[in-house]
Each structure stands twice: as structure tokens, then as C-alpha cells.
């Protein structure tokens, strides 16, 4: 079992910055992929970024590309979204969540573990 609790949500204007975390707690974490998720009001959940076991490689949905960073501690069992140049369409409540799968995947299935969102708004 793994637990997930994510932290950092919060309002903020358009082009403004969020850093996100995701502490977990159980099994050892540099075993499990991580991943971040999104879901805004009437809309399907996204995929956003997800980070290999050992954090050296990294994987982005294209709309967040070059403007969300995801990256791990291993040592503090933590998972990090670095948001920047924030745009009123990512609103949505963020998931973290882990994968015992020995890859990435952008797939929601093949995520056993989530945690329970933190809301992130962006105002125009």
C-alpha cells in the first residue's frame, strides 16, 4: 500500500507560478513511477507529467510542455510539480499517483495509488 498526499494548491493570477507536492508513505517509493493528473469541472481527467523510479526521466502532456516541471526526492519520498506561466485552462483539481508498472504511462489505469487532489485556479 501506498499512500498519497498532495499539498501546494492554491489561487493565482495568469502567468504566476504553484509548486506542488505530493508526500507518500508506505513501500519504497523509488520503486513506483509517479504521475500527476488533472481534472476541471465537466471534464475528463488529463494526464500531466509523469517521472520515472529514479527521476531521470520525465514525460509531459504537449499543453504543459516547457512550462511544468516534475521531479522527485526520493530520499524525502516526495513528488514535485513545478507550475509556471500559469493559464486560466489549467484549473482542474491535481492528482499524484503511483505506478508499480517498471515504465512510465500517461494511462490513468495503470495507476494504483492516488492521492486525494488539491485545487489549483487560475484567474484571468
Known amino acids: 500500500q501506498v499512500q498519497l498526499v498532495e499539498s501546494g494548491g492554491g489561487l493565482v493570477q495568469a502567468g504566476g507560478s504553484l509548486r506542488l507536492s505530493c508526500a507518500a508513505s508506505g513501500r519504497t517509493f523509488s520503486n513506483y513511477v509517479m504521475g500527476w493528473f488533472r481534472q476541471a469541472p465537466g471534464k475528463d481527467g488529463e494526464f500531466v507529467a509523469t517521472i520515472s523510479g529514479s527521476g531521470g526521466t520525465t514525460s509531459y502532456a504537449d499543453s504543459v510542455k516547457g512550462r511544468f516541471t516534475i521531479s522527485r526526492d526520493n530520499a524525502k519520498n516526495t513528488v514535485y510539480l513545478q507550475m509556471n506561466n500559469l493559464k486560466p485552462e489549467d484549473t482542474a483539481v491535481y492528482y499524484c499517483?503511483?505506478?508499480?508498472?517498471?515504465?512510465?504511462?500517461?494511462?490513468?489505469?495503470?495507476?494504483?495509488?492516488w492521492g486525494q487532489g488539491t485545487q489549483v485556479t487560475v484567474s484571468s
Open positions: 499517483a503511483a505506478s508499480s508498472r517498471p515504465w512510465m504511462t500517461m494511462m490513468r489505469n495503470d495507476y494504483a495509488y
